[in-house]
């Protein structure tokens, strides 16, 4: 595996893990080169025929893992959400999808998907997730989602990641052991 720092194309593996869900193996891996020897992360994954997204417009675009972690990361920011947690969603989502959809799946099923599980994980991820989801054009929108969140608080229960947790998403959307939210605000 080439170095993402210095480009030397050997690295040895010091750490290999399975995902929860057994669908990703994740590895530490460090530059061999003397002059580097930085660790990278990289995951593997078995290889699948593409899920085009029909964007709003109906314009297509190959399905994206990263993108979809992305997003979720943008809107868990400075949450005390772990990274690990995260990864997990987003390979449930698109497990979910790829069952429910054969070739294509409209991009309002992934919005809903993940509207659905961050009201479950995180209130204030969810409103910032359905803010520009769902194009909130006034105050009063925003109001009436964060009272019907409210309202649905006890049924959900108020299981809130723990905070300082190892590998949080860092206030840049970049997953990095260690970020605690408290210190990079």
């Known amino acids: 595996m080439r170095c993402p720092y210095c480009g030397a194309d050997n690295s040895r593996v ?29 995951y593997e994954r078995v290889e699948q025929r593409p899920l085009m997204v029909i964007k709003k417009n109906q314009d297509r675009e190959e399905f994206s893992h990263e993108k979809l972690f992305r997003g979720l990361a943008k809107a ?4 005390p959400i772990p990274v690990e947690q995260l990864e997990s ?34 209130g204030v991820a969810y409103v910032r997730f359905a803010s520009v989801y769902r194009e909130f054009r006034d105050v009063e929108t925003l109001a009436r989602e964060v009272m019907a969140l409210l309202r649905d608080a006890p049924e959900r229960g108020r299981t809130e990641a723990p905070g300082k947790a190892e590998g949080q998403v860092a206030p840049d959307g970049q997953r990095r052991p260690g970020v605690s939210p408290e210190t990079d605000a």
Do not use: H, W
Request: aromatic share 2%; proline share 3%; charged share 40%.
């Open 89 to 122: 969603l987003v390979n449930q989502i698109e497990r979910e999808l790829r069952l429910e959809y054969e070739r294509e799946v409209p991009s309002s099923a992934i919005g809903e998907r993940v509207m659905e599980a961050l009201r479950k994980l995180d």
């Open 76 to 79: 868990c920011e400075k949450r």
């Open 14 to 42: 010091l750490e290999s893990r399975t995902s929860e869900d057994g669908t990703t193996i994740r590895r530490r891996r460090e530059c061999s080169s003397p002059a580097c020897g930085r660790r990278f992360t990289t």
